[in-house]
């Protein structure tokens, strides 16, 4: 039987079928550098400027790990290593993750390390089941829900560990409330009451001449190796950028967490001066992008 894909073939002569076979072949080859390229690795024209941004110690890029959710792996696993290496990191917690282990969360903040607020009941899109039986869908949640939750976390964190956080982490990266025309975006509000809002699962680092300290970009390393985590950090590091790398629980091995052998090569990566990698936690670094933003403010102004 024929079909209608042979009858189109033999109405093709051979010359129709050169000429097509060499453009698209021309077209491939001007179009492949295009498609070749992550967002990571396309320059931002500012940022190729030589003088770049003034990152402490002459580093050319800034790298923050932070881990959500509160799990115990963080504290017995990732703060050792950490400490071990004198990096210092934001952990972002509900406040019913703090009691179980609470020395341990202490003396971590007392190193050096940063507690971050993750909300109360870490609400999400309904489209996530559990959210429904929990009663936390977000399209469910109005302004003033979010921000009596946001407030509330902030206070039982303080009281537990004695600090008021000051960075937030969006639970499920999402930034809404409500649904359809009664939508509205909570990012005004954390920016009202925190230095920082972290989002998650980003496809880029920050551009410090232009990012918004309220929706900072995030991306995951959980389940990476270190090969793909370093080709994040010198995709940040051609802009000079800030990457914040974002993880769960903390593993050996897995996709399921952030692996520790990867962690262990990152931070002897980062040790070497001759990376120019600095590893600071988000508020530290943030800190350092104001001061200088406000330089830069006065400078003009004079
Ligand atoms: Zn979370």
């Known amino acids: 039987m024929s079909t209608i894909s042979e009858s189109v073939t033999f109405s093709v002569r051979p010359t129709q079928q050169l000429t097509t076979l060499i453009l698209t072949l021309v077209f491939l080859a001007l179009a492949a550098p295009t498609f070749a390229q992550k967002p990571e690795d396309r320059p931002v024209s500012r940022h190729r400027d030589p003088s770049g941004f003034p990152w402490p110690n002459g580093a050319k890029v800034a790298v923050s790990l932070t881990f959500d959710d509160g799990r115990r792996s963080q504290m017995s696993l990732a703060v050792p290593l950490l400490d071990s290496f004198n990096v210092k990191a934001t952990f972002y917690v509900q406040p019913d993750s703090l009691p179980a282990i609470l020395d341990q969360w202490k003396a971590a903040i007392a190193s050096g390390h940063e507690i ?165 936690n988000v508020s530290e670094v943030a800190a350092v992008i104001a001061q200088e933003q406000a330089r830069e403010q006065t400078s003009t102004v004079e």
């Open 116 to 280: 971050g607020n993750h909300s109360m009941g870490h609400p999400c899109t309904g489209n996530f089941v559990w959210t429904r039986y929990e009663g936390v869908a977000l399209e469910h949640y109005d302004l003033d829900r979010i921000r009596k939750e946001i407030e509330q976390a902030n206070d039982e964190i303080e009281e537990y560990v004695g600090v008021r956080p000051t960075s937030y982490a969006y639970p499920c990266g999402q930034t809404f409330v409500g649904r359809g025309t009664e939508t509205r975006s909570y990012v005004p509000l954390v920016a009202e009451i925190f230095q920082t809002g972290r989002r998650w699962l980003d496809e880029t680092s920050n551009a410090p001449d232009h990012f918004d300290p309220a929706q900072v970009m995030s991306m995951r390393m959980d389940g990476e190796d270190f090969s793909r985590v370093r080709r994040m950090i010198e995709g940040a590091k051609r802009n000079e950028n800030w990457l914040v790398l974002a993880g769960h629980s903390v593993r050996e091995e897995g996709r399921w967490g952030t692996r520790l052998g990867m962690l262990r090569e990152l931070l002897a990566y980062a040790a070497d001066p001759a990376n120019e990698v600095w590893v600071a």
